[in-house]
Nanobody
Framework: QVQLVESGGGLVQAGGSLRLSCTAA????????EAWFRQAPGKEREFVAAISWSPGSEYYAESVKGRFTISRDKSKNAVILQMNSLKPEDTAVYYC????????????????????WGQGTQVTVSS
């Protein structure tokens, strides 16, 4: 059974930074595409960033490009989302997701392409 667990969310002022981490049990991250999505109150879940299987190509939503960076920490079996220059509109619950198809280099932006999900971590950016 695969379990993804997000951590690192919190409350930060606009312009600040947060580092989200997604760790996995029952699966070695890096053999497939992993991604971050977010969902704000009253809105649909939206794609944020994805990284393909190692060594890893990356893809970002336009709204976060240049501010967010997705990466892996293999020593911790984790996927990291470094978020800088945060804006109030970044406020959402952030979810980690993983594709079960290994060695598959496509960077999907649709949530239905991902098979494993974490429970989410809240990020709140105050103005």
């Amino acid at each position: 059974q695969v379990q993804l667990v997000e951590s690192g969310g919190g409350l930060v002022q606009a312009g600040g930074s947060l580092r989200l981490s997604c760790t996995a049990a029952g699966r070695t991250l890096g053999a497939s595409t992993e991604a971050w999505f977010r969902q704000a109150p009253g809105k649909e879940r939206e794609f944020v960033a994805a990284i393909s299987w190692s060594p890893g190509s990356e893809y970002y939503a336009e709204s976060v490009k240049g501010r967010f960076t997705i990466s892996r920490d293999k020593s911790k079996n984790a996927v990291i989302l470094q978020m800088n220059s945060l804006k109030p509109e970044d406020t959402a619950v952030y979810y980690c997701a993983a594709d079960r198809r290994e060695y598959h280099s496509v960077l999907y932006i649709e949530s239905y392409e991902y098979d494993y999900w974490g429970q989410g971590t809240q990020v709140t950016v105050s103005s």
